[in-house]
């Protein structure tokens, strides 16, 4: 069973970057596509990005788009996601996934069979 431990979420205010990263157990991490969600209080979860398993493709939640990027090295078992110009909306907590397929990159949650714990990111303004 792979485990997923997501760390770098912290606070910061508007206009500041952060970048999370998302650590992999196991050797199957390669084969796999990854994705990162998030979810704020009292809302529901939310496709942030996803990552093929070569990543040679992306995609991105219309919110994020142009100020997100998301990136993957397989020598470290490792998915990461460059957050720039963070505005107090992206507050939420953000998880990242293992999609159950090497791609095309999705949002669709029900491809997703592992999660992280989860790691906060807060926004002041």
């Known amino acids: 069973q792979v485990q997923l431990v997501e760390s770098g979420g912290g606070l910061v205010q508007a206009g500041d970057s952060l970048r999370l990263s998302c650590a992999a157990s196991g050797r199957t991490f390669s084969v796999y596509a990854m994705g990162w969600f998030r979810r704020a209080s009292g809302k529901e979860r939310e496709f942030v990005a996803a990552?093929?398993?070569?990543?040679?493709?992306?995609l991105y939640g219309d919110s994020v788009k142009g100020r997100f990027t998301i990136s993957r090295s397989n020598a470290k078992n490792t998915v990461y996601l460059q957050m720039d110009s963070l505005k107090p909306e992206d507050t939420a907590v953000y998880y990242c996934?293992?999609?159950?397929?090497?791609?095309?990159?999705?949002?669709?949650?029900?491809?997703?069979?592992?999660w992280g714990q989860g790691t906060q990111v807060t926004v002041s303004s």
């Open positions: 996934a293992r999609d159950r397929a090497a791609g095309p990159p999705t949002g669709i949650v029900g491809r997703y069979v592992a």
């Open positions: 990552i093929s398993s070569s990543g040679g493709t992306t």
